[in-house]
């Protein structure tokens, strides 16, 4: 079913054989997970750490798992958790990856730890006023530190129906995409959306620990001068053929796109799928890079997030009832 609706990327929770090895020889990215349950135990002794490892490269052969990632823990510092993973959560990371290194795949298979979006606020100044939390930032920076030094993606769950739900004071229309919310200024930079304000307040908080590169390339639309739509059947197939335009089926998140939409949106995903190149958004002169973000509605048009000129190809959809997965190089 994955691979029918082109999904390329999937993170697990665990690391048990029977799961992975239904990936051999499929071709998809996976990360591999560690439960919080066992932190304390790959804190402790690197011992276990070497040992677990094993769960990793025993799939690595001719025809094997393509494993890329290994998730530390799964939100770990959500307050919720009132502090009980603040002491395990980096030992175990360090000692993850030390056993990736060791056995010699450390360079292809990086571990990082994905975090809820509540380890960073800006309180009500903004996200140009965002920052890691007072109670575990300086963890954070040594975090955010590690990672960079090992080339490794800084993980981020971001769940923009959790402020709804969670806020009967929030305004519902900064929930979605469709541009109906009043407009928030941020030192000139206009938000009309949580999803973008968040991952905003994200940008500056790891500016802020240490991490200054993070930038993002955003979309690849039709561009809006065209008037002769005579080249455009062609190109969208094309586009397509070689990505994933399931979202503007019948029923699907995107359906209710208009035709400009439509084209707007499998453009994009050519695009994105692409590893956003240059040359992967023109489509004969029809399209172009913006950098305001083309979402519409409830329907999100994916980016990745760079660095430096160096891409993670992490390609992820959102809805208002859905987390978004977003890794960001931090090199």
Partial sequence: MLKDNKINKVKLFDSDNWTVKYFAGTGMEVMLGIPNSQLNRF?????NAKDWKDNV???????GV???YVAVGNEPFLKSYNGSHLKTTFPALKNIQKALDAAGVGDKIKATIPQNADVYDSGSQGPSAGDFRSDIRDLMIDIVQFIKDNNAPFVVN?????SLYGNPDFPVEFAFFDGGAEPVNDKGTQYTNMFDANLDTLFWSLKKAGAPNVKTIQWCVLNSDIKNMSLVPENVNYACSLSDCTS????????KLDVRGNVSYAFNMYFQMNNQDVEACDFQGLA????????QGDCLFPIQIVSDGRRLTMVTRVSVLAGL???????
């Fill in 43 to 47: 804190s402790d002794d690197y011992d």
């Fill in 57 to 63: 490269t025993k799939h690595l052969h001719d025809g």
């Fill in 66 to 68: 393509n494993i890329k």
């Fill in 158 to 162: 971001i769940y923009p129906f959790l």
């Fill in 248 to 255: 503007l089926i019948y029923g699907s998140t995107c359906n």
């Fill in 288 to 295: 172009k890079i913006v950098t305001r973000n083309a979402s």
């Fill in 325 to 331: 997965l977003t890794l960001l190089a931090l090199f």
